[in-house]
């Protein structure tokens, strides 16, 4: 059974910093393309960052360049994504999902396979 569970979301200041974690379970994880996505209320669900698993190559959306990293620990099937400088707009549910393939259409949501449960990220001014 695939899984991919998030966590480390939660309440922060303008100008701090939070990490998020993916753990991916019950598929080969290596060789496939990890992405980040958000949504806030009202709003479409938003490509945030992905990586390669494979081979590391790293995506990110214009407006979070500079701020947000992602990464990744192969030995634990897991991804993160430390956010730094966040903003009040970065207040949304983050989601981690998976794709088979590689990240050549990172920030089409229907390209991905399998979707986390979202972990809660809210930035008060």
């Known amino acids: 059974q695939v899984q991919l569970v998030e966590s480390g979301g939660g309440s922060v200041q303008a100008g701090g910093s939070l990490r998020l974690s993916c753990a991916a379970s019950g598929y080969t994880y290596s060789s496939n393309c990890m992405g980040w996505f958000r949504q806030a209320p009202g709003k479409e669900r938003e490509g945030v960052a992905a990586?390669?698993?494979?081979?590391?190559?790293?995506y990110y959306a214009d407006s979070v360049k500079g701020r947000f990293t992602i990464s990744q620990d192969n030995a634990k099937n897991t991804v993160y994504l430390q956010m730094n400088s966040l903003k009040p707009e970065d207040t949304a549910m983050y989601y981690c999902?998976?794709?088979?393939?590689?990240?050549?259409?990172?920030?089409?949501?229907?390209?991905?396979?399998?979707w986390g449960q979202g972990t809660q990220v809210t930035v008060s001014s």
């Open positions: 999902a998976a794709d088979l393939r590689r990240c050549s259409s990172w920030l089409h949501l229907e390209e991905y396979n399998y």
């Open positions: 990586i390669y698993t494979g081979g590391g190559s790293t």
